[in-house]
């Protein structure tokens, strides 16, 4: 069974983190985001893969080479116009018609049980098997409606925030929101050969919009399995933040290499990577700052993603504060 990791985006929300790499190479515990996607498919005994880049390829090829390193085997599919997460499919369809495999979004840390996913995919002999979970955050995720059998009916809107009164109340009955929670997509997928007779010839396409709906009206099997298990998913800097406070094994800061912080200076719930120096009396506090960021002394940053203004080529948001571009999360 092959892999496929979806890499390619921009990673337009983690501005200003992909400036200078694509999303799912950003740093995340001292390490590139993709090699936990990369070692969550070895460990379930997959390890022939396939990963589509288009933004900043080259940082991806430098974090994981030919895969070596990690006991997987990686082939590379360069996408010169951004395809879609089942236009990147198309692409090398060619590989991937001897066996079901495995879809999976480059930017997530997971301990969801991969082999029991596989093996409902294979007891239902369904088109496709989509890992679900309960979206009891209400973040902004596509709703997946199911029927009583599980079978995946409509990919719907996004949820709608409830005001502070009915938050409020939902907290009071967690219990039961937790049940009637709307169901969201994790980008975990298994895949039979039989979805490429769904996925539109040379052209960007989604699987969501352009592949699933047609093949669900035709009567093919496309099944939703709810999972409990641990996901985190990096596409915003928040989520990005709240994932490592989650995740930092009882530290309140994560400090990549070389980096320097003067005595004086209080750092807390914060991801340093590497080369950072902190002056000081500085003061730090859930923020994340990019390779080579200095802080002055006397500097506060709170709740912001800090870059060095020099990798910057367009400011899109925040603001340039001396030699760093600041971004609030």
């Known amino acids: 069974m092959k892999g496929f990791i979806l890499a390619a985006g921009f990673g337009t929300r983690l501005w200003p983190l992909t400036e200078d790499r694509t999303k799912a190479a950003i740093s995340f515990l001292k390490r590139p985001l993709i090699t936990y996607a990369v070692e969550y498919l070895a460990s379930h005994g997959i390890r022939d893969l396939i990963i589509n880049l288009h933004h900043q390829p080259e940082s991806i090829r430098q974090a994981l080479g030919d895969g070596s390193a990690l006991g997987v085997n990686i082939e590379y599919s360069i996408e010169d116009e951004i ?6 499919l198309d692409r090398v369809r060619e590989s991937l018609l001897d066996d079901d495999f495995v879809v999976i979004n480059g930017k997530i840390v997971t301990n969801i049980d991969l082999r029991e996913v596989i093996a409902s995919h294979r007891k239902s002999k369904a088109l496709a098997t989509l890992v679900l979970k309960k979206n009891i955050a209400l973040e902004h995720f596509s709703i997946v409606e199911v029927d009583e059998q599980s079978q995946i009916t409509r990919f719907a809107g996004f949820p709608d925030v409830p005001k502070a009164a009915d938050a409020s109340q939902s907290v009071q009955n967690s219990k039961t929101w937790s049940e009637t929670a709307p169901l969201m997509f994790t980008g975990i997928q298994v895949l039979s050969p039989r979805i490429f007779k769904y996925v539109p010839r040379n052209c960007f396409s989604h699987s969501t919009i352009h592949v699933y ?11 939703g399995v709810t999972s ?3 996901w985190y998913e990096m596409s915003t800097l928040q989520r990005y933040l709240e994932a490592h406070l989650k995740l930092m094994s009882g530290s309140s800061v994560v400090c990549g290499e ?3 912080i003067d005595p004086t200076a209080t750092l807390e719930q914060s991801v340093l990577w590497d080369n950072v120096k902190i002056e000081r009396g500085a003061r730090v506090s859930h923020s994340v700052l990019a390779d080579g960021v200095r802080i002055p002394a006397g500097a506060t940053i709170n709740r912001a993603v800090v870059v060095r203004r020099a990798i910057v080529q367009q400011l899109e948001r925040g603001e340039i504060v001396g030699d760093n571009v600041i971004v609030p999360v």
Request: with cysteine; proline share 9%.
């Open 213 to 223: 709906p047609p093949a669900i009206a035709a009567g093919e099997k496309v099944i």
């Open 258 to 260: 070389n980096c320097v």
């Open 83 to 88: 395809l879609g997460t089942s236009g990147a």
């Open 228 to 230: 409990n298990a641990d």
